[in-house]
């Protein structure tokens, strides 16, 4: 029987067990947003989510339920309407807001966020929190990681920070990178039949190598890496 991993899935005996094995928290940063056509709108989520999935099979450690919730950029349109992230990005033309995008919060509330979960998971006893996943709520992870280790007691792991030079996990916007991770990851959710035939019509919302060049066998590639390099730092850190 596959060892449960997830927070939510855990008895008691089982958190305390896992705990004890190696005190280590993976905290997805996921959104509901585009995508594109090919995949689904909690991608940055479900991504997170199975690379933790599988670090934490291998290496030991709980995955925390993703945020959903994250900060980006904003722009007010003359006609009100405020346009977030991809839906003024120089590959979606003309800029608007892209079918079901449903998660930001403003900076203040995100760090608040995560400032109440790593309280809790100081409380729960966990030594070290991992966190990856949407751009932006990376960026401000890694940003202030180093005041949040002072401040809780516990050392963090920030892609932003740390591992940047080797990570290779939602690295582009729905673009090679990201679908491919999909489709090794949830390939039933992904759907390249939704993309232009025509190599000369990009797809909209769409930032990085071409999406219609992905595979699952490059998604775990670049799982494989990670988790590698997820070793190599926890190690060093010594939790």
Not at 209 to 237: K, M, V
Request: aromatic share 8%; proline share 7%; net charge negative.
């Amino acid at each position: 029987m596959t060892p449960k991993v997830h927070y939510l899935e855990l008895l008691p005996h089982e958190f305390r067990a896992r705990l004890a094995q190696r005190p280590v928290g993976y905290l997805p940063l996921g959104t509901l947003e585009w995508h594109g056509e090919q995949n689904p709108l909690g991608s940055d989520a479900l991504i997170s989510r199975g690379l933790f999935e599988r670090a934490a099979h291998e290496l030991g450690g709980i995955v925390f339920p993703p945020l959903f919730l994250g900060p980006d950029r904003a722009r007010l349109e003359p006609d009100g309407r405020v346009l977030h992230g991809m839906d003024y990005a120089t590959v979606t033309t003309p800029p608007r807001q892209l079918d079901g995008s449903c998660y930001w919060v403003s900076r203040g509330l995100f760090l608040q966020l995560c400032e109440a979960v790593l309280a809790q998971a100081a409380r729960a006893g966990f030594r070290c929190i991992v966190a990856d996943g949407h751009g932006p709520s990376r960026t401000a992870w890694g940003e202030y990681a180093n005041d949040w280790e002072a401040q809780f007691g516990l050392r963090l792991v920030s892609v932003f920070r740390d591992l940047k030079e080797v990570w290779c996990s939602q690295i582009d916007h729905a673009a090679r990178n990201e679908t491919s991770l999909m489709m090794a990851l949830h390939p039933a959710l992904v759907d390249l039949s939704q993309l232009p035939t025509d190599r000369s019509v990009w797809p909209q919302g769409v930032g990085g190598e071409d999406p219609r060049d992905a595979t699952a066998a490059h998604g775990d590639a670049c799982l494989s890496t990670c988790i590698a390099a997820l070793r190599d730092h926890l190690a060093a850190l010594g939790v």
